[in-house]
């Protein structure tokens, strides 16, 4: 089980009532965007959810990653997802945690993953700052 710590906004500093006051509709909504682009394969909408302090966890390095997103959501002829099971784990002063299953199909695969994603805030925005495949069903 996941522990959930949240911040009171009234104990905050001003600069964290945005994280503390954050609802999981508006985090949903965040990944939800993310998903969107992802499945539409627009991929500037897609590397645009990234922060700019995200590090690959399974690349070398961020052009490697960056090159491998390209190649797989680029040459699929179609892509479909499905969020579900979302929760807030953690909340920071200057991070979030989520997790949350997501259903993965095109043409030539599909998978369902328990995904962690760290978000942080960025020129006013929630950015992936950590993305985690913690379970993959395939």
């Given at each position: 089980?996941?522990?959930?710590?949240?911040?009171?906004?009234?104990?905050?500093p001003a600069e964290l009532a945005a994280v503390a006051?954050?609802?999981?509709?508006?985090?949903?909504?965040?990944v939800s965007n993310w998903i969107?682009?992802?499945q539409a394969q627009d991929l500037d909408a897609y590397f645009d959810h990234y922060?700019?302090?995200?590090?690959?966890?399974?690349q070398d390095d961020i052009a490697e990653w960056?090159?491998?997103?390209?190649?797989?959501?680029?040459n699929a002829a179609w892509i479909r997802l499905e969020l579900s099971d979302f929760q807030v784990v953690e909340r920071e002063?200057?991070?979030i945690e989520v997790q949350f299953w997501l259903a993965y199909e095109s043409g030539s695969y599909q998978?369902?993953?328990?995904?962690?994603?760290?978000l942080a805030r960025?020129?006013?925005?929630?950015?992936?700052?950590?993305?985690?495949?913690?379970?993959?069903?395939?």
């Amino acid at each position: 089980q996941a522990r959930v710590r949240a911040l009171r906004a009234a104990d905050a500093p001003a600069e964290l009532a945005a994280v503390a006051t954050d609802s999981g509709a508006a985090l949903r909504a965040a990944v939800s965007n993310w998903i969107q682009a992802w499945q539409a394969q627009d991929l500037d909408a897609y590397f645009d959810h990234y922060h700019s302090r995200y590090l690959p966890r399974y690349q070398d390095d961020i052009a490697e990653w960056r090159s491998n997103r390209q190649r797989v959501i680029g040459n699929a002829a179609w892509i479909r997802l499905e969020l579900s099971d979302f929760q807030v784990v953690e909340r920071e002063a200057d991070r979030i945690e989520v997790q949350f299953w997501l259903a993965y199909e095109s043409g030539s695969y599909q998978d369902r993953t328990l995904k962690k994603l760290v978000l942080a805030r960025e020129d006013s925005r929630w950015r992936i700052l950590e993305e985690v495949n913690l379970e993959v069903q395939a």
